[in-house]
């Protein structure tokens, strides 16, 4: 579905039937090899569920607002996300993996606690959307609680090793790599508004969204190789 929540793709019914189920056997088999929290495994389901659900209802002629079903699947997802955070020990796999939090468990569990608190408060903004008459792009607007609480969340895990550690920090090269982090984060989000705001071209607004997320991934694989996690 595009931002307007309207198809871009079709495939066949049995594919279509099976897309989701062959998703979630994948996302099964990775976590028996490197198994992962129940959050993140829940959260994963039931995003999985809901575009299935979204997939099979529309291909049986099901006049469903999607981007409607849309924000109350992502506000659902993120009050989900953000009831479990507080409840996660320090691991390598989910939570709020700042540098300081990784470095120090005061640190883990205070920024735990305050991305919690901003995941379900960025899932109510999310479901307020559904009250709104948007127009076109609604989607589009979807990034935005998600956005900030993920930043909040790492400006306040700063600020909490700070106030625990005033007289040290993280080296520069852990700051470097948060901050292309970040940096890379904020990339889809600006693609959107500079599509919205007729700035950038749809397609070319998907494939900034997709470099960003590669970029976002292999710059976090470099971090952790180069002894930065």
């Not at 409840?87 to 796999?93: A, F, Q, V």
């Not at 700042?98 to 120090?104: C, H, R, S, V």
């Not at 109510?124 to 589009?140: D, H, S, Y």
């Amino acid at each position: 579905f595009d931002l307007a929540g309207q198809p871009n793709g079709w495939m066949p019914l049995i594919e279509a039937m099976l897309f989701g189920p062959a998703i979630g056997a994948l996302i099964w088999f990775l976590c028996l090899v490197r198994p992962v929290p129940p959050v993140a495994a829940l959260a994963t389901s039931v995003a999985i569920a809901g575009g299935q659900l979204l997939i099979v209802g529309k291909a049986l002629g099901q006049s469903w607002d999607v981007p409607r079903y849309t924000t109350l699947l992502l506000g659902l997802t993120w009050i989900l996300v953000g009831n479990s955070l507080g409840k996660l020990p320090r691991n390598r796999w989910a939570g709020i993996r700042t540098p300081w939090a990784m470095a120090d468990e005061e640190v883990w569990a205070r920024t735990q606690r305050f991305g919690g608190w901003a995941f379900i408060l960025a899932g109510f903004a999310t479901l307020a959307m559904m009250a709104v008459p948007l127009k076109e792009g609604r989607l589009a607007l979807l990034m935005a609680p998600m956005a900030a609480a993920g930043g909040l969340s790492v400006l306040r895990s700063w600020q909490i090793w700070r106030e625990l550690h005033p007289g040290a920090a993280p080296s520069r090269r852990i700051g470097r790599a948060t901050l292309a982090l970040l940096v890379l984060a904020l990339l889809p989000l600006l693609a959107v508004a500079a599509n919205r705001l007729g700035f950038l071209g749809q397609a070319w607004m998907v494939r900034l969204v997709l470099a960003a997320v590669v970029a976002i991934v292999a710059a976090a694989a470099i971090r952790k190789a180069d002894g930065t996690d």
